[in-house]
C-alpha cells in the first residue's frame, strides 16, 4: 500500500515532482503518466509575470546542479488560464508553489487559489536563494518564516494543506520547522536549495549571470536527509515532503525512514524524464523486500 496524504489531501503515490524542476508537468508528459504522480509540484508562481534574472543560469558540478533562475514565471492570472486547468483535466493533482517578496503577495496568491479545481494545496517557498539580498529569505528567519505561513493559512482554502519549504541555510532548522508549523504550517517541505557559487577558472569569474545559485542534486541529499531526521524527532506529528538529491527507490527510502510521508523528485529528471515513475517502483520493491507492507509503517521507522 503506497498511498499517503500531504496533510489532509489524500494521495495516490508518495512520489511527487519537485518545484522547479518540471515546469508545470507538460513536458514530462511523453515520459511518464501524470496522473500516477502523487502530484505534480508546480514551478513557483508569482502575482505577475517574470523573466528571472541573467543568464547563464545553470551550472553543473561533480555531483549536482546549481542554478539562478530567478522566479521565471507566467504569474497568477496565467497560470489560472492556462496551465492548472490543463492539469486538472487530466486528473493530475496540483500542489502549487508560491512565491513573493511581501507577506501580502503570499496571501494574495493564496486567495487566488482558494477552490481552485485540482489544486490539492500549496507549497509556501520562503527559501528561494536567488533574491536580492539573504534579508528576502524568509525561512532563514523563524519570525519572518513564521509571518508569511499565518497569513498563507488565514488567506488559503481551509481544504488545501499549506506546506512551508524550508531552507537547509540556516544554524537550527529545528526552529524554523517549529516556528512555522506553530503558524499554522500543516506540513513542512525539506529542502529548497543550499546557496553556491561556482567560479569558471578560464574566465576567473562566477559562471551564473546572477552569480550564486541554488545546488541540488546528489550534492544535498545528505543534508537533506538531516534535516527531515532531526525535524521529525523533534516534532514527529508534522507531515514532512522530503526532497534533496533523490535518483532511485533507495534514495527515497533514506527520506522515508528518516520522516517523510511524501517524497519530490527534482534534478533527476533533467537526465531520466522518467524518474519520477521509477522512484515510485523501486520504492515500493524496496518497502516489501524489507518486510513493509504499507509505506506508512516505514515512515520514521530509523527513529525507532
Ligand atoms: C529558484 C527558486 C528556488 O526555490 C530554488 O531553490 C532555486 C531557484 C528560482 O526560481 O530562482
Given at each position: 500500500d503506497m498511498t499517503t496524504a500531504l496533510g489532509t489531501a489524500p494521495l495516490g503515490s508518495p512520489v511527487l515532482t519537485a518545484s522547479g524542476c518540471s515546469a508545470f508537468g507538460q513536458e514530462l508528459e511523453p515520459f511518464v503518466d501524470l496522473a500516477g504522480l502523487g502530484a505534480v509540484v508546480t514551478k513557483s508562481v508569482q502575482l505577475r509575470p517574470r523573466s528571472g534574472r541573467p543568464t547563464p543560469r545553470m551550472a553543473e558540478t561533480p555531483s549536482g546542479m546549481l542554478n539562478s533562475i530567478g522566479l521565471q514565471g507566467p504569474g497568477i492570472e496565467g497560470l489560472l488560464a492556462g496551465e492548472l486547468p490543463w492539469l486538472a483535466q487530466r486528473g493530475v493533482p496540483a500542489f502549487v508553489s508560491i512565491a513573493g517578496t511581501r507577506v501580502e503577495d503570499f496571501a494574495e496568491l493564496a486567495a487566488r487559489l482558494r477552490g481552485v479545481p485540482g489544486v490539492l494545496g500549496l507549497e509556501v517557498n520562503i527559501s528561494c536563494p536567488n533574491v536580492e539580498s539573504r534579508g528576502e529569505v524568509f525561512a532563514c528567519d523563524p519570525v519572518a518564516a513564521s509571518e508569511v505561513v499565518s497569513a498563507v493559512r488565514a488567506a488559503a482554502d481551509p481544504a488545501q494543506p499549506v506546506y512551508a519549504k524550508l531552507s537547509?541555510?540556516?544554524?537550527?532548522i529545528v526552529s524554523v520547522a517549529r516556528a512555522v508549523s506553530e503558524a499554522g504550517a500543516d506540513g513542512l517541505s525539506m529542502i529548497n536549495t543550499l546557496l553556491g557559487l561556482v567560479i569558471d577558472p578560464d574566465t576567473m569569474k562566477p559562471v551564473l549571470g546572477g552569480v550564486t545559485g541554488g545546488l541540488s542534486g546528489p550534492a544535498v541529499r545528505p543534508v537533506a536527509v538531516r534535516c527531515v531526521w532531526q525535524v521529525h524527532a523533534a516534532l514527529p506529528e508534522v507531515p514532512i515532503l522530503g526532497m534533496g538529491g533523490i535518483r532511485t527507490g533507495l534514495d527515497a527510502l533514506q527520506f522515508v525512514l528518516a520522516g517523510a510521508s511524501a517524497v519530490s523528485v527534482g534534478t533527476a529528471v533533467f537526465h531520466d524524464p522518467s524518474a519520477t515513475a521509477r522512484v515510485h517502483r523501486e520504492l515500493a520493491e524496496a518497502l516489501a523486500a524489507r518486510g513493509f507492507s504499507s509505506l506508512r509503517e516505514a515512515v520514521g521507522y530509523a527513529h525507532r
Open positions: 537547509p541555510d540556516v544554524t537550527d
